[in-house]
């Protein structure tokens, strides 16, 4: 296919990307790289959906990735998945799987599925702070999100979606949903009772948000459901009130610096010094945010508060916080980055250790696939907002008879994406933010 044609296949499709914020896969598909790198790192503890798709639609995930790769003129693809996953998939570091894809062993560290990182690991280019994979020669696509390319090629929209059940569960699993299932009720068909200690997170559990699951629904962009008890390291960080981290920081850092030394960003350049944020009241970064700008080059992975810190401090939130005032002020970043830390290779944060220190060790358990059919949902609610950019606009009326694979709202511009029915059913409800559904089964 034509680089155009492809690009309007997958527009049509709604195709975004499924390992992240759900950026729309045509407008990253673009002239000028030479490589594509797949992520199917699985960056989390506890997440086996990239993994699902390698073992069970290898052929078809590779099919997508030869289309982007032809289209786009690219000379090859990298297959990035770590190591620990090369046995368990059959395949090995070097290997050629498809005409221009061969395998990338990545090391079994944390994170590993951050692009940037990712990008540097694959082939050593380190991406500017704020710059898009395409300034190096690079399209970083997930796998699932190219399994879904090969897919819109065959003419099928992005309505499903490949889901780990994980964490504090009776059996690891992962299944296929249809987008816009309520979560409470993917649960409960999973044979899942979340008990009154444990909270629902929507991801993993370093980066993954809590989430209530009455009111939250599978989305193009989630990679699984999982469980954890409120008081592991993992969960407690994400509960703790702003006000508390705040203090906390500002009064118990004893300036070890090891969240500098620590952070994997840092570690290729980028302008972070979490010892230094930590240090800063909000008052001062509302004052004078051009002296905060780095911040905006924070992923958000939380090496500095699980791992790094002894203090229980989360340079993480104080992080965040600070984007959100330069958000406010349209401030960013605009430097480059300085040069790799030669002592990167002794600081990376083994993916073990990781899983131990977080609390979630205890949870590991091998999935079992149960992808023959697609969960049936009593009721589908499609969020217009699933992805990066504008929200798509709503096409169908209340009382609409639609059918799977049918877009019931449009994109909104070049940065947005189409919604698809995920089911044969009734429109019962339309607003701004969602279309919902009465499957008829
Ligand atoms: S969350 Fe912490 S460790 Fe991760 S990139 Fe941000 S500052 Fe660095
Ligand atoms: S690791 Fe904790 S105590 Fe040490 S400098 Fe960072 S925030 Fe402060």
């Known amino acids: 296919m034509q680089l155009n044609e492809l690009k309007q296949v997958v527009a049509a499709a709604g195709v975004v990307g499924a390992g992240g914020a759900g950026f729309p896969t045509a407008v990253k598909i673009a002239a000028g790289a030479d490589t594509l790198v797949i992520n199917a790192a699985e960056c989390e503890p506890l997440l086996h959906t990239d993994y699902a798709i390698m073992k069970t639609q290898l052929a078809t995930m590779l099919a997508g990735a030869e289309a982007v790769i ?11 998945i770590k190591k620990h996953n090369l046995p368990r998939l059959g395949l090995y570091d070097g290997q050629q799987v498809s005409a221009h894809v061969r395998v990338h062993a990545l090391p079994d560290v944390y994170p590993m599925g951050d692009e940037i990182i990712l990008v540097y690991e694959t082939l ?3 991406i500017a702070p704020g710059a898009l994979p395409l300034t190096v020669g690079a399209i970083v696509s997930n796998a699932e999100t190219l399994y879904n390319v090969a897919r819109a090629m065959e003419g099928t929209a992005v309505y499903e979606k490949w889901v780990t059940i994980g964490g504090k569960v009776p059996q690891t699993m992962v299944v296929k949903v249809p987008v816009g299932m309520r979560v409470s009720e993917l649960l409960e ?6 008990p009154a200690d444990c909270v629902v997170v929507d991801g993993g559990p370093a980066m993954g948000p809590v989430i209530d ?7 193009k962009t989630t990679k ?28 118990n ?14 570690l290729i350049g980028y302008p972070l010094q979490p010892h230094k944020v930590v240090r800063a009241s909000m008052d001062m970064v509302e004052e004078m945010p051009h002296l905060f700008t780095g911040a905006t080059s924070c992923s958000g992975c939380g090496v500095c508060e699980l791992v790094a810190c002894c203090q229980e401090i989360s340079p993480r939130r104080v992080y965040a916080q600070v984007k959100g005032i330069l ?25 073990d250790r990781f899983a131990r220190m977080i609390g979630v060790e205890q949870f590991e358990s091998e999935p079992v696939l149960k992808l023959n059919s697609v969960m049936k949902a009593s009721e589908i609610t499609l969020l217009t907002r699933q992805h990066v950019g504008a929200p798509a606009v709503p096409c169908v009326q209340v009382g609409d008879v639609v059918e799977p694979g049918m877009v019931v709202a449009q994109a909104n511009g070049m940065i947005s994406a189409n919604i698809h029915a995920s089911v044969h059913g009734r429109v019962t409800a339309v607003s701004d933010s969602a279309v919902v559904i009465a499957p008829q089964y």
């Open 70 to 80: 032809e289209a786009a003129g690219m000379q090859r693809g990298v297959l990035g």
């Open 124 to 126: 050593g280019r380190v």
């Open 189 to 194: 068909k999973c044979g899942v009772v979340v």
């Open 213 to 219: 699951p009455s009111t939250s629904f599978v989305k």
């Open 224 to 251: 699984g459901i999982t469980i954890y008890p409120r008081d592991i390291p993992a969960i407690t960080g994400k509960l703790a009130q702003t006000r508390v981290i705040n203090i906390h920081a500002l009064s």
């Open 253 to 266: 850092c004893c300036q070890c610096t090891r969240c500098t030394d620590l952070c994997p960003r840092g």
């Open 327 to 351: 958000a406010k002020n349209k401030l960013r970043y605009s430097g480059g980055a300085a040069p790799v830390d030669p002592d990167r290779d002794y600081r990376m944060v083994p993916s």
